[in-house]
């Protein structure tokens, strides 16, 4: 069995998360791991026993044994990080999002791709046994043909005002996850989204711009086979992380509770129900989640198969949350071609945001990515737009 080599860049919350899934995988053996602040980089690596840490993450990405590194920075270093991994001929595993804009993301699919190295966008509830089931239940065709995707995904409690400023708003920071999953399960590429969002939970981020004002929204989803997924997002749900997902097939239904510490159930007089509450924290509902989408990429480098959650899929998911944005705010629906962020590349590291209409009649180029995009999302890279 081959072992792969990796470096960890980020030894805070999301790397430690990482870290002990890493420790669950045979295929893989930490060698360093950095961080700004080096001392957490010293407890993470006394307490997993990686050999080297450092302050600086270009340590790791130039470190001459490391096949594979674990991007676990903030998300404004993650392009440039990413970039710097594949000029060195490394693999990389990204937590979302690639990058910050649409230019940074397909950059830096671009430039793993013209150096022949995977790259793994880190949605993991694609990996969570759950929603997994019923992706199974859907390529099986137990449930028939799907008719329709529901989805549901409420936070135990609103996050700080700091943290909902710039980061992009509800469709971008937490329904980004529930628009992946809705195009997993439905197996097709999405056409148009309708979208609303409101404020209920916490009035202090209304003075925010866009999407940013917004702690609940409710989205409709319609794609390419006539089917729908609707989506329903919430930052408060007092009784813990209320995560849920249901397909309704031309033979049956298959649908997904909400994860418990444990199966105890109380009876008495006047309840009957679960003894204790949904677990509370993302890491704890997702801690299966993410040892097996780490699991799942090691075999990928182990034995060269596809990453098995793409720079494209992660890309895509950005594309969806934008158009939800855009629907919020002009209160319609948004064909996905008339996303604006259309890009031109002129080689691996370099696009710009340009006019849709003006790239068709000048009739330029872009890169390999966008071949790609163009036979994997019709829908939104279309016709004339890119070539």
């Given at each position: 069995?081959k072992?792969?080599n ?8 999301i ?5 002990e ?6 295929d893989?053996?930490?060698l ?5 602040t ?5 407890a ?5 026993n ?6 600086s993450a ?7 044994d490391v096949?594979?590194?674990?991007i676990c920075?903030?998300?404004s ?9 594949a000029?060195?001929?490394k693999h990389v595993?990204c ?5 910050t804009?649409m230019?940074?993301?397909i ?6 791709a013209a150096a022949n190295v995977k790259?793994m ?7 969570d046994?759950n929603?997994a089931?019923?992706?199974k239940a859907?390529v ?6 799907v008719v ?8 135990p ?6 943290y ?8 971008c920071?937490?329904?980004?996850h ?5 195009r ?7 056409k ?6 409101s404020c209920?939970?916490?009035k202090?981020?209304?003075?925010l711009?866009?999407a940013?004002?917004y ?16 989506i ?19 033979k049956?239904m298959i649908q997904t509770?909400n ?6 159930r109380?009876y008495?007089?006047?309840?009957t129900?679960?003894a ?11 801690k ?5 989408e780490?699991?799942?990429?090691c ?6 198969l ?15 949350a934008?158009?939800?944005g855009i629907?919020a ?7 996905f071609r008339?996303?604006?962020?259309v890009?031109a ?13 003006e ?6 180029h872009?890169y390999?990515?966008?071949d790609?995009?163009?036979r994997?999302f ?6 004339n737009?890119?070539?």
């Amino acid at each position: 069995m081959k072992v792969i080599n990796v470096g960890i860049i980020g030894a805070g919350r999301i790397g430690l998360v990482h870290l002990e899934a890493l420790s669950s995988c045979p295929d893989a053996k930490p060698l360093i791991i950095s961080n700004p602040t080096v001392a957490k980089a010293q407890a993470a690596a006394e307490k997993y026993n990686i050999p080297n840490f450092t302050e600086s993450a270009d340590d790791v990405i130039n470190h001459p044994d490391v096949d594979a590194v674990w991007i676990c920075s903030p998300s404004s270093f993650h392009a440039q990080q990413i970039k710097a991994c594949a000029e060195k001929g490394k693999h990389v595993f990204c937590e979302k999002p690639i990058a910050t804009d649409m230019v940074e993301t397909i950059e830096a699919i671009n430039t793993c791709a013209a150096a022949n190295v995977k790259l793994m966008t880190a949605l993991q509830r694609r990996f969570d046994p759950n929603f997994a089931r019923v992706k199974k239940a859907i390529v099986d065709n137990e449930v028939g043909e799907v008719v329709q995707i529901k989805l549901c995904s409420r936070d135990p409690s609103p996050p700080p005002f700091q943290y909902v400023k710039g980061g992009g708003g509800i469709f971008c920071d937490m329904a980004i996850h529930d628009l992946d999953m809705s195009r997993f399960l439905m197996g097709s590429e999405p056409k148009r989204i309708l979208a609303v969002g409101s404020c209920h939970i916490d009035k202090s981020i209304e003075v925010l711009p866009g999407a940013e004002a917004y702690d609940t929204a409710t989205i409709i989803v319609e794609y390419e086979n006539g089917k729908t997924a609707t989506i329903d997002v919430c930052r408060q749900a007092p009784y813990g992380y209320d995560q849920r997902a249901e397909a309704l097939g031309t033979k049956g239904m298959i649908q997904t509770d909400n994860m418990y510490p444990n199966t105890a159930r109380m009876y008495l007089e006047h309840f009957t129900g679960n003894a204790d509450m949904p677990f509370d924290f993302f890491m704890s509902r997702y801690k299966e989640a993410y040892i097996q989408e780490t699991l799942a990429f090691c075999h990928a480098l182990a034995n060269d198969l596809p990453s098995p959650c793409s720079g494209e899929d992660g890309l895509m998911a950005l594309i969806m949350a934008i158009a939800a944005g855009i629907s919020a705010e002009e209160n319609r629906w948004v064909d996905f071609r008339e996303i604006p962020e259309v890009k031109a590349c002129t080689d691996p590291l370099h696009c710009e945001l340009i006019d849709p209409i003006e790239f068709a009649l000048e009739g330029e180029h872009n890169y390999n990515i966008v071949d790609r995009l163009k036979r994997e999302f019709n829908s939104i890279l279309d016709g004339n737009f890119l070539r």
